[in-house]
Nanobody, 124 residues
Framework: VQLQASGGGLVQAGGSLRLSCAAS????????MGWFRQAPGKEREFVAR????????YYADSVKGRFAISRDNAKNTVYLQMNNLKPEDTAAYYC??????????????????WGQGTQVTVSS
């Protein structure tokens, strides 16, 4: 499985970005796809997750109401739309795929495959 994340950049506070995560090299009908972020000197933290089979989404409280996940089945791609960005959203963002069952999928250990990070920088 390969994951290709893209879409990061520099944006002013209040602005928007859309991250993409293109998955290949496997079937994804029953996976959970997650987004995490990691700021310098901090641990990787959960941002959002998406259940491919049921379409269920879950967001960290810090991004709820501002971020939204969507998908393009034909492209095996999941998007993270980020609105009203804040300086504290600055981090490298990573997408990940989990084939595990009966997990919360809130921690990096619950995921099997990771994409490379894409940097998001929000200026004040």
């Amino acid at each position: 499985v390969q994951l290709q994340a893209s879409g990061g950049g520099l944006v002013q506070a209040g602005g928007s970005l859309r991250l993409s995560c293109a998955a290949s090299g496997g079937t994804f009908s029953s996976v959970v796809m997650g987004w995490f972020r990691q700021a310098p000197g901090k641990e990787r933290e959960f941002v959002a997750r998406f259940s491919w089979s049921g379409g269920y989404t879950y967001y960290a409280d810090s991004v709820k109401g501002r971020f939204a996940i969507s998908r393009d089945n034909a492209k095996n791609t999941v998007y993270l739309q980020m609105n009203n960005l804040k300086p504290e959203d600055t981090a490298a963002y990573y997408c990940a795929v989990s084939r595990k069952y009966e997990r919360t999928w809130f921690t990096p250990a619950d995921y099997d495959y990771w994409g490379q990070g894409t940097q998001v920088t929000v200026s004040s």
